[in-house]
């Protein structure tokens, strides 16, 4: 199981997560001229099945899917997203040991519980880890970083959390 992001650039480019780095200045100018925010979460399983691509502003995209829903679905309960740059909405629904992933026309696919929710709050650090390589601290978006990570230990079961996953806490 893998749960990646990818950053889409006003001209049409994706830039993976593993970039990152390369992009950083590019990325960075971007944001500040506010002419990027979208971005792509991709969950591709172990079985072959076509990954999975959700597209919506990424900082938002993330901090639902990879953060929010985590302790929502170890608890076995459904979690809804909507999207914020069109109508619909991003369903994850605990189905015994799996987790269905429907949208509004219906399942999109199917992933084991044990494996998609470390592979989510995963991505999640990542992300963190992104945008401060591209932001300065004290910018709103390293403030962003900061309360996404608390949010994520608290997910994984660090400060006032309960383990959900049993991934460890995220650390600085």
């Not at 650039?9 to 990027?36: C, F, S």
């Not at 900082?59 to 979690?79: D, M, N, Q, S, W």
Request: one cysteine or more.
């Amino acid at each position: 199981m893998k749960v990646s992001f990818a950053w889409l650039t006003p001209d049409g480019r994706v830039i993976a997560e593993g970039e990152t780095a390369a992009h950083a200045a590019e990325l960075r100018r971007l944001q500040d001229e506010e002419q990027w925010e979208t971005g792509r979460l991709l969950l591709e399983g172990d079985g072959g099945d076509p990954a999975l691509r959700f597209t919506d502003p990424l900082g938002r995209l993330i901090a639902r899917v990879c953060v929010t829903a985590v302790p929502a679905l170890a608890a076995g309960r459904e979690f809804e997203a909507d999207y914020f740059s069109r109508d619909g909405v991003l369903r994850l629904t605990p189905e015994g040991d799996d987790v269905v992933v429907s949208g509004d026309a219906g399942p999109l696919g199917r992933f084991r519980r044990a494996e998609l929710l470390p592979a989510l709050a995963d991505c999640a650090a990542r992300f963190v880890s992104a945008l401060r390589l591209i932001h300065e601290a004290g910018s709103s978006s390293a403030q962003f970083a900061d309360d996404l990570e608390a949010e994520l230990n608290e997910a994984r079961g660090g400060p006032g959390g309960q383990p959900t996953a049993g991934a460890p806490p995220v650390t600085p």
